[in-house]
Antibody, heavy 121, light 111 residues
Framework: QVQLQQWGAGLLKPSETLSLTCGVS????????WSWLRQSPGKGLEWIGE???????NYSPSLRSRVVMSLDTYNNQFSLKMRSVTATDTATYFC???????????????WGQGTLVTVSS | QSVLTQSPSVSGTPGQTVSISCSGS????????VYWYQQFPGTAPKLLIY???QRPSGVPDRFSASKSGTSASLVISGLRSEDEAAYYC????????????FGGGTNLIVL
């Protein structure tokens, strides 16, 4: 059974860098797309971006300038870094496993538990 | 402003059938598979429907979905109180180098 466990700092000051990691157990990173999504309080879901099995990335156009995703195949985990955060980045951040194929980007069957990240001075 | 359009809320009584719609465009729903997610407060979303109309193992057949052109719909029959949740449609959008896009979500209220 695949499980995703995520961790990272939950309280940031404006201009700091958000850093989250998602550990994968019960399966390999290889062969899948890995995504980060977020949900602002009381709002809907937003796709942040994805990293594919070969390490190539695809980011939301609105966040592309501030976001970097990476894979750590040795530790079977992947990470999200978002620089220069502001209060508008306050949200619950989720990691999720996408599908295997290029047509299955949104096949998020497995999810992390979510991390509430609050940006406040 | 979400790329996909969903009604903010829908309601029904136990046993009824409700439909949740999702409207998009040729660059997203019109050319890619639609996915539906169910989310309860404080929890991660759960995949309900994939590839327009397929149910993952364990999802009751009370949940069905379809797609036509640039619109999709999720139908819940035999409504139960435990179906009260937020429902989101999602798909890939081929514009702007490709991106995942969501509807704004529909809150299902079981009266």
């Amino acid at each position: 059974q695949v499980q995703l466990q995520q961790w990272g700092a939950g309280l940031l000051k404006p201009s700091e860098t958000l850093s989250l990691t998602c550990g994968v157990s019960g399966g390999s990173l290889r062969g899948w797309y890995w995504s980060w999504l977020r949900q602002s309080p009381g709002k809907g879901l937003e796709w942040i971006g994805e990293i594919s099995r070969d390490g190539s990335t695809n980011y939301s156009p609105s966040l592309r300038s501030r976001v970097v995703m990476s894979l750590d195949t040795y530790n079977n985990q992947f990470s999200l870094k978002m620089r220069s955060v502001t209060a508008t980045d306050t949200a619950t951040y989720f990691c999720a496993r996408g599908g295997r194929n290029s047509g299955d980007h949104c096949y998020w069957f497995y999810w992390g538990q979510g991390t509430l990240v609050t940006v406040s001075s | 402003q979400s790329v996909l359009t969903q009604s903010p809320s829908v309601s029904g009584t136990p046993g009824q059938t409700v439909s949740i719609s999702c409207s998009g465009s040729s660059s997203n729903i019109g050319s890619n598979s639609v996915y539906w997610y169910q989310q309860f407060p404080g929890t991660a979303p759960k995949l309900l429907i994939y590839k327009d109309s397929q149910r993952p193992s364990g999802v009751p057949d009370r949940f069905s979905a379809s797609k036509s052109g640039t619109s999709a719909s999720l139908v819940i029959s035999g409504l139960r109180s435990e179906d009260e949740a937020a429902y989101y449609c999602a798909t890939w959008d081929d514009s702007l180098s490709g991106r995942g896009v969501f509807g704004g979500g529909t809150n299902l209220i079981v009266l």
